[in-house]
DNA sequence: GCGCTTTCTGAATGCGCTTTCACGCTAGGA
DNA sequence: TCCTAGCGTGAAAGCGCATTCAGAAAGCGC
């Protein structure tokens, strides 16, 4: 990118008439210097606008100051919330944050991933449900493991099966069947649910968690009444227009994620029917919009920010030689006014 | 970090019983290699599982390809829609982006660009809108100037008044003024708004544009209907609830911002006020959850997404010597559910 | 006043890589 | 056959910095 070089240490030292390395010891404080040569350094290098150039400290063993996060998509709220937490984090910790977007394409991941290597970045975050997929998982683990064995800490937020890193899991299972719970409590008896794609850990959990919460109450769910769809707000109402074609039989809808039952909102709302008079809906995560929906949303609360903050702990906190930590977050359920009890009960 | 020292180029070069050179050579195709050299030379490197060091690579004059991208927060879904569309483009012309929120700290922002100026970023991107300091522009301009002279490239969202660089900009005055023009044409006349913080030029120029508007059709804007607030959601339901205190004296209230009309949207539904027969409601940004709000929200829709991809193209194209460009982006007025024309006309 | 330790300074080394530079080799024209 | 291009290769320089090592200056007791 250079046209004209860069001002370099060696131009503040002789600008300062001292030697390069007491130049670089004035600077960062390491060693004694006498004051009024630190004093000459410092004014020259504030007069000549002086960056220290980040990549040859690097080169030269000093710390690396830099964490990747990867997630499959800043603007999701979901991601925001958890970026946030992170990026207040880093910030503490003085790291640099780089963040990357992998729009759920897995080669993307793994692409990013190499390149956070070539970063020599000191951590990297995987932020979002991993895939149940075999070959993926091969692929991340090569290029995983080898960044671990240079020294690199991974953490990541939900679940990964086979990775042994360090991770902050948001009790998915437990969250959906005390859900469930709550809402059978409520006299709901025949559910539907919108579901994201079957191959992200955080769906299996969700819906299996929900299950157990509604077998408990003795409610079967129907494999037709789930509906797969996108994990975005389109793929909330493409499936819940799918389940209303279909002739909707529930009184409740769950959709696995808040994103996914605005949509489902919408669509129901299209449709003439209104919530929670109609139909009742919940949703998963809680995350800030939702209390602003009419109805406010039922949701499973998981503190975003916290996941963020308590993932980056755990990259920053030294682990060498030790067994991966898991840390659990529970959910909790937080019924607003989207659920009420069904008509005829 | 590192512990075991990461695998270098010459252990790729050692292992494939060849020259540093050779290596290099083979790994980044600059130049022709035999071809069973560099079969060698690639089995080698994967075979240890090489990554280059991009911190050599960039001290030893490679490209630089990273760019530091600067909002007031990403977890705001103005910010993120932008930052969808630089990271976007940015994976499109393989570019690593690091992402750092400011809190909306003046502070933090100048910290984070002396860092972004250390890593010897490919460009910096300066999103959102600048505050009208004397002071805190001159600060900008100490770090910028410096970088740019440098070499490095430079472009923001938002009107920054004082710097040289490269931007574009909603059209907000415009947009502000077409939104009045609408309103008064609905027959609304006694207008109250919600504004942010009158240090961020943002602000004024919806401001402004927005009266401009209103003055077209002869209506006034009285200095207290307007009501000063931080730019969240939280800062719109404090601002709005202040307006009902006061005692509302408007049929149509103009949030300068989705977010803070979404927490005006909620103050009025507490206070008992239906939205639109109570009182019309607007906001500016067009983020894509307003339209799933009840009633959705009329608005100007800026192109967020496009704006980000907009921003990193300015600053990836090559413009030595060239004036700074300017790129307009023009708002359209999206008339939704939340503005009616008012009760008695 | 001398020898000794204690500070502080400057020259030099190396981090891992890209890139000249110069050389050895093969191929083609005289 | 010899000489000149032309291609591929390896040795070495240098990017900007932190740091080691050795030496100069300064402080102390005798």
């Known amino acids: 990118m250079d046209d004209r070089p860069h001002v370099t240490l060696e131009d503040v030292a002789r600008e300062a008439q001292v030697s390069l390395a007491t130049a670089s010891r004035a600077l960062n404080g390491t060693t004694k210097v006498r004051s009024d040569l630190r004093e000459r350094v410092l004014a020259a290098a504030n007069q000549l606008a002086y960056t220290p150039n980040a990549h040859a400290q690097a080169l030269a063993g000093g710390a690396h100051r830099t964490v990747?996060?990867?997630?499959?998509?800043?603007?999701?709220?979901?991601?925001?919330?958890?970026?946030?937490g992170v990026m207040r984090a880093a910030d503490e910790a003085g790291l640099l944050v780089m963040l990357a977007s992998t729009f759920r394409d897995p080669q993307k991941e793994i692409a990013y991933i190499s390149m956070l290597r070539a970063?020599?970045?000191s951590a990297i975050l995987l932020v979002g449900s991993g895939f149940e997929d075999r070959e993926w998982e091969r692929a991340l683990a090569a290029e995983i493991e080898p960044y671990q064995r240079g020294g690199g800490?991974?953490?990541v937020v939900s679940r990964h099966r086979t990775l042994r890193v360090d991770s902050v899991q948001p009790e998915n299972r437990d969250g959906a069947a005390e859900l469930a719970r709550t809402l059978t409590a409520q006299g709901h008896r025949r559910f539907a649910v919108l579901a994201g794609p079957r191959a992200l850990t955080t769906v299996v959990d969700r819906l299996r968690g929900f299950r157990d919460g509604l077998t408990e109450a003795g409610v079967e769910l129907a494999e037709s009444h789930?509906?797969?769809?996108?994990?975005?707000?389109?793929?909330?109402?493409?499936?819940?227009?799918?389940?209303?074609?279909?002739?909707?039989?529930a009184t409740c809808v769950f959709a696995v994620t808040d994103v996914m039952a605005m949509g489902a909102l919408a669509a129901l709302r299209e449709s003439g029917r209104s919530v929670p008079e109609d139909v009742s809906l919940a949703g998963f995560d809680d995350i800030p919009v939702v209390r602003d929906l009419a109805p406010p949303l039922t949701t499973v609360a998981l503190p975003l920010e916290e996941l963020g903050e308590k993932v980056m702990e755990l990259a920053v906190r030294d682990n060498r030689g030790k067994r991966s930590r898991i840390l659990r977050m529970p959910g909790t359920v937080v019924v607003r006014e989207s659920t009420i009890p069904p008509a005829g009960s």
């Open 68 to 84: 990747g996060v990867i997630c499959h998509d800043v603007s999701d709220p979901y991601f925001a919330g958890i970026s946030r």
């Open 119 to 121: 970063q020599r970045a």
């Open 153 to 155: 800490q991974v953490a």
């Open 226 to 249: 789930i509906v797969e769809a996108a994990f975005t707000r389109d793929g909330g109402y493409a499936a819940m227009s799918e389940l209303l074609a279909r002739g909707l039989d």
